[in-house]
Every structure is written in structure tokens, then in C-alpha cells.
């Protein structure tokens, strides 16, 4: 019987990144035509290779969060500029000031979703930045367990904040990609108010589920007045642009215990 533990018999890619850089220094060697093709960012970021990295930014994440034994997630989308209540008074608007509590409410939220995980299911996941994303990383770091952080590269660049788990902390070139890998192990889909970003995510949700493109899932809205100032819900019915059933996609929480209860709750 065939081991199908064995190692493979074809050379270690490793040993050639080593090898390949042990060689005479001339003209030839210095040349980039030299290098192996995958050990070539100048290569890699050619026009031509979008392809290839737009595969390497599904596997990357994909390959390790199966080897982490990740199972299942629970999505945390919201506002990079909320700030937790202690720092309320830095806020740029009265508004804005007064959503911090929803800060509070996604760490605490966070909190108890991790503590009721055995760390393989269930995992909070966020996009790995400040605001209500520190929140939910936050929350699970408060409860001992760990968190995911899908992170971008913005112009203003994107730091990791530091409750994030490092081993499960990515970066991400392409935002369709990361938006598939928020949802690919989702349970749930938790949004609380924000800014553009934070919509994009909302309707692409939305539409995934109603188009039958992904199975229905909690989709939970915090702060009910935020979310129907911001979104005129009836004029899409009332306009036929959306039928009624499909606000029932959508249900409205403004606690951490709210999201739980209608969590636990949830018949498909």
C-alpha cells in the first residue's frame, strides 16, 4: 500500500530558493531573466501575472485556514472611524461620538460568540483594522480565543491592529477576494454602522444571499435608526426594485445579547 504521508520525491523548492543564490556573481546571474520565476516580485507583479496572483490570494488565506482548522466564522463588518467610548471626545462629529457605544457592543459581542467556540467554529473574523474591526478582534482576545483579521492595502496604509491573532492575520491586494473569503466559512453576518466600505459589504451580502449565491445566514443590522436613516428600506419595495420578503434577509439587533439571541435563534 502506497504511504499517502510520504514525502514527495521531487526537489524541495526551499532547498532550490538556497541553491539558486549560491552561484558564481556575473552578468548572467545578475541578470533578471535569471531568477527562478517565483522567487521574482518584479515578475510576479507584471500585468500578465494578475491571474496568478489573483490564484495566489484565494489559496494563501484558504490553505491556511484549513490548517488552522478554521470551520466556520462569524463575520464582524462596521466603521474604521468608531472609536471605543474612552475616546468618544476625538471623534470628528457629535454623530460619530455617539455611535462609540457600538464599540462596546462588538467587543462584547465578540467576547461571548468566542467564549461558546471550541476555536475552530465560530471564529470572529474582521477586516483586521481600528474601530468597530478592533472591536471584534478585541473581544476575542478578551475571551482567550482567537480571531481572524482580513486586512487591505489602502493608499493610507492599513495596519493590523493588535488583537488580531498573528498566525491568522492576512493582507489582501484585491478587495473582491478578501470580501469572498469574509463569507466563504460565514455563519453569520454581523454589520454595524459605517461608512462606504461598510455598505459595499452590506449589499454585496445581501445580494450573494437573495441571488441564492451563497445559503442564507443571520444577517443582523446594529443600530435600527442608523441603518433606516442611511437606507430608505420601504421606498425599494414601495419602487419594486425589491420584493418585501427580502427584508426579511435583514433583522435589526442594537445588543450584543440582541445578536445572540437571534443567532440562536435562526431557522433557515
Not at 514527495?8 to 539558486?20: E, G, W
Not at 558564481?24 to 500578465?48: G, H, I, K, V, Y
Not at 490564484?55 to 494563501?60: F, M, P, R
Amino acid at each position: 500500500m502506497v504511504d499517502k504521508h510520504r514525502k514527495h520525491q521531487m526537489r524541495d523548492s526551499h532547498k532550490d530558493l538556497v541553491a539558486a543564490k549560491i552561484v558564481p556573481d556575473n552578468s548572467q546571474t545578475r541578470s533578471p531573466a535569471f531568477r527562478l520565476a517565483f522567487d521574482d516580485p518584479e515578475f510576479l507583479c507584471r500585468d500578465d501575472l494578475r491571474p496568478v496572483r489573483l490564484q495566489l490570494e484565494i489559496l494563501k488565506p484558504e490553505i491556511i485556514l484549513d490548517d488552522e482548522g478554521i470551520k466556520s466564522t462569524i463575520v464582524l463588518f462596521g466603521g474604521a472611524r468608531i472609536l471605543e467610548p474612552e475616546k468618544r471626545h476625538q471623534a470628528r462629529t457629535k454623530a460619530l461620538a455617539d455611535l462609540s457605544k457600538y464599540y462596546d457592543e462588538a467587543r462584547l459581542f465578540a467576547k461571548k460568540i468566542t467564549l461558546a467556540s471550541d476555536g475552530y467554529t465560530n471564529v470572529i473574523v474582521t477586516g483586521g483594522g481600528p474601530g468597530v474591526m478592533e472591536a471584534g478582534n478585541r473581544g476575542a482576545n478578551d475571551a482567550g480565543g482567537r480571531s481572524i483579521g482580513l486586512n487591505i492595502v489602502l493608499p493610507h496604509e492599513q495596519a493590523p491592529n493588535v488583537y488580531v491573532t498573528p498566525e491568522l492575520c492576512f493582507n489582501f491586494h484585491y478587495f473582491a477576494l478578501r470580501k469572498m473569503h469574509f463569507l466563504m466559512r460565514a455563519s453569520a453576518i454581523c454589520i454595524f454602522p459605517g461608512g462606504f466600505g461598510t455598505l459595499d459589504e452590506m449589499f454585496e451580502s445581501l445580494t450573494l444571499i437573495q441571488t441564492g449565491r451563497m445559503e442564507p445566514v443571520p444577517l443582523l443590522l446594529f443600530g435600527e435608526a442608523f441603518w433606516r436613516s442611511i437606507v430608505n428600506w420601504d421606498a425599494l419595495v414601495n419602487s419594486g426594485t425589491i420584493a418585501e420578503e427580502d427584508l426579511n434577509l435583514i433583522k435589526f439587533v442594537e445588543t450584543a445579547d440582541e445578536a445572540l439571541e437571534a443567532i440562536n435563534e435562526w431557522q433557515v
